[in-house]
């Protein structure tokens, strides 16, 4: 805002009692001093993301498949007293499946940081 502009009109909304409710949690949540400083800061300097859920749920499934299958490997090694190369490659295989997502996202989230 330049020096000689100053906040003389009022934009009004209406939003339900839910979502009134997320803004003032989100707002005492942010330090900031005024709800409208808040909300302006929000429009312009925050962010709207939308991912593909389909993609956090493939992400979400290689995760459970991989912690499941290095709960079995402890278990047989606690039964068992042995470890196998198979059960670290399966490890291994799990977790080069995961990173490639975990990249794009990451990316993806650096890109709207600049």
């Given amino acids: 805002m330049s020096k000689g502009s100053k906040r003389d009109l009022y934009l009004k909304i209406r939003v339900s009692r839910e979502e009134l409710d997320a803004i003032d949690r989100k707002f005492q949540n942010s330090s900031m001093k005024s709800r409208s400083e808040f909300v302006r800061a929000m ?3 925050g962010y709207i993301v ?3 859920n389909v993609e956090f749920k493939q992400l979400n499934s290689i995760m459970r498949t991989i912690a499941n299958n290095v709960n ?3 278990l047989r ?4 007293g042995n470890i196998y190369e198979k059960d670290i490659d399966e490890i291994k295989e799990g977790i ?3 990173w490639q997502p975990l990249r794009y ?7 709207i940081s600049r």
């Fill in 96 to 98: 080069n499946r995961i």
């Fill in 43 to 45: 429009i312009f300097q």
């Fill in 77 to 80: 090694v606690n039964r068992t």
């Fill in 50 to 52: 939308n991912f593909d």
């Fill in 105 to 111: 996202f990451q990316s993806q989230l650096q890109s």
């Fill in 72 to 74: 079995q490997i402890a």
